[in-house]
């Protein structure tokens, strides 16, 4: 049965012009400090006697304020739906001769969530809900009926722009280009690829792990269009990815980096104090020039130097990505947002 049951705090929150989830960053209290660096060009403060520009700064500092201007930049854009929204409305209900709230709920129309969908939804999300079923079950379906007008009315408004020719004219802002030392590390493809993919992992990690078959994937689909730098930043407290790690650099003096770096991936679950070794015997590496460059500081220093170029970027988790300088915030699926802005750097350098 499908019926307009909103309750009026839900159609308050959800349907009219007012509604601004997370957009408090563009309240006028708040603006000062929430720039969104459209005037990149101009310098930023003024401190004993020079003028700081956004490049002169750190790049863990040009890293938040890009975050921050971000988060600005989407409050922004939410304010501005609803405005368009707001407008909408006004012009339909001067037509229609109605209330904005009433023509509002004339253009979306509910379903009540039947048993099965509540239950569903409260046994997905229970570990958060400190109650049982019986008790929050009115709230349960108000919160469904509530998602569903917000998606109908995101769509609504999707609509509207098209129809519109609505074009928004705030400039995005632009993230920061990291300068990363890469020099000495391993490394596939020609320094002349226009893409460069640099990646940070941890040998322990099983993310890191995932994005090594990801990458496997990715270099065979771009091919000669990329090149693959990578460096450790061993972060697991067990020292046992340190080790694995100094290992690479031995085995990279043997040729046999890539081999052996995909096989410490692959024995993950396995990995010891004992896995350089062994890892080396299995590629058939000479035990003794190995066994030499673990014992000496050659490999202690390179890796050390790769997890130092990692903290200086600001870095705090693996495995994490930086393409053309740009580092990737990946949110649902790796894979894609790493084609994704490899895609985007190649338009770019093709432009």
Known sequence: MVRRWLSPLIIATAL?????????CASTETTSSCSDNSEKSGALFRFAGREYHENDLDIQVRENLHQLASKYYEGRQ???DNAVWQIYLTQESERQKKTPEQV?????SLTQPTEEAMHTFYEANKSNIPAPYEQVKQQVAQYIVQ???LNERSKLIASIKKEGQFALLIEKPLPPIATIETDGFPSKGSKL????VVEFADYQCPHCKTASEVMQRLEKEYGE????????FPINRSGISLKVAE???CADQQGQFWAYHYRAFESQSSLSANS???LAAKLGLDAETFSKCLAGTEARSKVAKAKSEALRLGLNSTPTFFVNGIRVYTESSLEKELSDAISKALKEADS
């Open 78 to 80: 939410l304010l501005l």
């Open 147 to 149: 998602q569903q007008a």
């Open 225 to 232: 269009k990329i090149r693959v730098v990578f460096m450790d």
């Open 276 to 278: 350089p070794q062994n």
């Open 104 to 108: 509002a709920m004339g253009l979306i």
């Open 247 to 249: 290992g690479a650099v």
């Open 16 to 24: 009219l012009p007012g509604f601004a989830s997370g957009a408090d």
């Open 193 to 196: 690829a226009p893409v460069e």
